[in-house]
């Protein structure tokens, strides 16, 4: 629509025929109206979304004040424990490095006393050692002894039997001169002693020797002969000191020999003393 220009109404019509103009501003405040209210429905609208908004964002607001409120404490609390925890974590740290020092230490007392054991356990092992040598050699010298010992009672047990002998012959001897000094009695001219008597005082010397040559055999016989001798010791019990007269005397002196380890040997010594 075309509006002429004319920027006055009035001379383009009356009140009651307006002019294109004022119809045109009619129209134009019309819509103008219309849009007006159209749009303060809108703004009434908008306006309304606003508020609800705002309450929204107010409550929203309030719920995250209270919720941060909330939330800080829960941090706050968080903070204690985790502090709590970290002293808690502190002493066990310095507590088991002081147990790790202590069992250490510990440990080092213990290595040392094991060694000093073991050191104790090899020197007892070592005097263990010594001790069973000195007993294989304490048995070995107990076996020398006895055989030697074996070998003494043999000896003995055969002067025993030498000893009888003599007393045998002695008897023969005294039965001998009994019966020479009969025969002087019946012939004056012989009194001289019988040649029995004469020799008695080498009887000693024989008999001396013969223990000599016992003596000086060779050892190994020593152990063969013990059981013997011990059952002739038994069986010779029973001979005593021998017979005494108004002449002689006859009797057995026996001596013992010792070292460190016995006694090594027995020597008897059969003396013959003529009164």
Same mark, same amino acid.
């Not at 968080?78 to 502190?90: K, P, T």
């Not at 019988?194 to 016992?214: F, I, N, R, T, V």
């Given at each position: 629509?075309?509006?002429?220009?004319?920027?006055?109404?009035?001379?383009?019509?009356?009140?009651?025929?307006?002019?294109?103009?004022?119809?045109?501003?009619?129209?134009?405040?019309?819509?103008?109206?219309?849009?007006?209210?159209?749009?303060?429905?809108?703004?009434?609208?908008?306006?309304?979304?606003?508020?609800?908004?705002?309450?929204?964002?107010? %409550?929203?607001? /309030? =719920?995250? #004040?209270?919720?941060? $409120? !909330? *939330?800080?404490?829960?941090?706050?609390? &968080?903070?204690?424990?985790?502090?709590?925890?970290?002293?808690?974590?502190?002493?066990?740290?310095?507590?088991?490095?002081?147990?790790?020092?202590?069992?250490?230490?510990?440990?080092?007392?213990?290595?040392?006393?094991?060694?000093?054991?073991?050191?104790?356990?090899?020197?007892?092992?070592?005097?263990?050692?010594?001790?069973?040598?000195?007993?294989?050699?304490?048995?070995?010298?107990?076996?020398?002894?006895?055989?030697?010992?074996?070998?003494?009672?043999?000896?003995?047990?055969?002067?025993? %039997?030498?000893? /009888? =002998?003599? #007393?045998?012959?002695? $008897? !023969? *001897?005294?039965?001998?001169?009994?019966? &020479?000094?009969?025969?002087?009695?019946?012939?004056?001219?012989?009194?001289?002693?019988?040649?029995?008597?004469?020799?008695?005082?080498?009887?000693?010397?024989?008999?001396?020797?013969?223990?000599?040559?016992?003596?000086?055999?060779?050892?190994?016989?020593?152990?063969?002969?013990?059981?013997?001798?011990?059952?002739?010791?038994?069986?010779?019990?029973?001979?005593?000191?021998?017979?005494?007269?108004?002449?002689?005397?006859?009797?057995?002196?026996?001596?013992?020999?010792?070292?460190?380890?016995?006694?090594?040997?027995?020597?008897?010594?059969?003396?013959?003393?003529?009164?």
């Amino acid at each position: 629509m075309i509006v002429p220009q004319n920027p006055n109404p009035q001379a383009n019509g009356t009140s009651e025929f307006p002019s294109p103009v004022q119809i045109w501003l009619k129209q134009r405040i019309r819509e103008f109206n219309e849009k007006m209210g159209l749009e303060k429905s809108e703004i009434n609208k908008y306006y309304q979304q606003m508020t609800l908004l705002q309450e929204q964002y107010d %409550k929203a607001v /309030a =719920e995250h #004040q209270s919720t941060a $409120e !909330k *939330t800080r404490e829960q941090i706050k609390n &968080l903070e204690d424990q985790l502090s709590q925890a970290q002293q808690h974590v502190e002493r066990h740290t310095k507590a088991a490095r002081r147990l790790g020092r202590e069992l250490k230490e510990q440990i080092n007392v213990t290595r040392e006393g094991q060694k000093q054991r073991e050191q104790q356990l090899d020197i007892s092992e070592k005097k263990i050692q010594d001790l069973n040598n000195q007993l294989s050699r304490s048995l070995t010298e107990k076996l020398n002894l006895q055989g030697q010992l074996d070998y003494a009672l043999q000896t003995s047990q055969d002067l025993r %039997k030498q000893l /009888a =002998e003599a #007393q045998q012959k002695q $008897e !023969k *001897t005294e039965q001998d001169e009994e019966k &020479l000094k009969e025969s002087h009695q019946h012939t004056p001219n012989l009194g001289k002693r019988p040649a029995d008597s004469q020799q008695a005082p080498g009887q000693q010397m024989e008999l001396y020797e013969s223990h000599q040559s016992h003596m000086e055999e060779d050892p190994n016989k020593q152990s063969t002969q013990a059981g013997r001798g011990r059952d002739e010791q038994s069986q010779d019990e029973g001979i005593g000191e021998p017979k005494r007269d108004n002449r002689r005397e006859l009797w057995r002196e026996p001596r013992e020999s010792w070292s460190a380890y016995g006694p090594q040997g027995m020597d008897i010594w059969i003396k013959v003393r003529y009164v």
